[in-house]
Structure formats: structure tokens, C-alpha cells
Nanobody, 127 residues
Framework: QVQLVESGGGSVQAGGTLRLSCTAS?????????MGWFRQPPGQEREPVAG????????YYADSVKGRFTISQNTASNTVYLQMNSLKPEDSAMYYC???????????????????WGQGTQVTVSS
């Protein structure tokens, strides 16, 4: 049974910072192949934010967050982080952690590649 637990959301003013964390636990003897962050603003579709391959550490970023957000990981604790700097009101959304076990994925930004999801953590940025 796979479980992803997110934390670190909250409310900040524009220009502020937040750091999201997501810790994965499972009954597998091997770690996930990739983990990512997606977000869903109110009334909009879910969109990719960032992703990372757990072996090798290659990353993906949506154009809208490049240069402001950084995804990183602690493989020992199966935790992925999303450091969010220079936050903008348009970054306000429910942020979801996702992971994939058991197969290689080609596109870290494709939500349909992931097979495990967290419950989400809310990020609100005020102007």
C-alpha cells in the first residue's frame, strides 16, 4: 500500500517563500522511479509543476515556475521537496505530490504517468 503525505502549504504574500514536502511509504522493497508535484488552481485543470527521477536526479519544471521553484529529494527518507521562491498570486492552488512505482516513465510532466497521489496541500499567495 502506497501512501504519500504532503506538508508545508500555507498562506504567504507575493514574493514570499514556501517549502513543500512529500514523504512516500509503500510495501515495496524498491523505491519509486519518479516523483512530482502538480497543482490545481480553483476552477481549473490540474497542471504539472515539477518532477524528478529518483535515480539520477534529472528534473522537469513547468515554464511558469522555472527559476523560482526547485525540486529536490532525500532518497534515504523517500522524501521530495518543492522549494517555492518569489511566489505569485497565480501560484495559488492545491498542490499534489505524485509518485510512480514499478515502471519507467518518459514524461515527468504527464500526470497520467503517475500511479500514486497524495491528498494535497493548499498554497495561497496574496497580492
Amino acid at each position: 500500500q502506497v501512501q504519500l503525505v504532503e506538508s508545508g502549504g500555507g498562506s504567504v504574500q507575493a514574493g514570499g517563500t514556501l517549502r513543500l514536502s512529500c514523504t512516500a511509504s509503500s510495501g515495496y522493497t524498491y523505491r519509486s522511479n519518479a516523483m512530482g508535484w502538480f497543482r490545481q488552481p480553483p476552477g481549473q485543470e490540474r497542471e504539472p509543476v515539477a518532477g524528478i527521477y529518483t535515480s539520477g536526479g534529472n528534473t522537469y519544471y513547468a515554464d511558469s515556475v522555472k527559476g523560482r521553484f526547485t525540486i529536490s529529494q532525500n532518497t534515504a527518507s523517500n522524501t521530495v521537496y518543492l522549494q517555492m521562491n518569489s511566489l505569485k498570486p497565480e501560484d495559488s492552488a492545491m498542490y499534489y505530490c505524485a509518485a510512480v512505482w514499478g515502471r519507467i516513465i518518459a514524461d515527468l510532466g504527464n500526470e497520467y504517468e503517475y500511479n500514486s497521489w497524495g491528498q494535497g496541500t493548499q498554497v495561497t499567495v496574496s497580492s
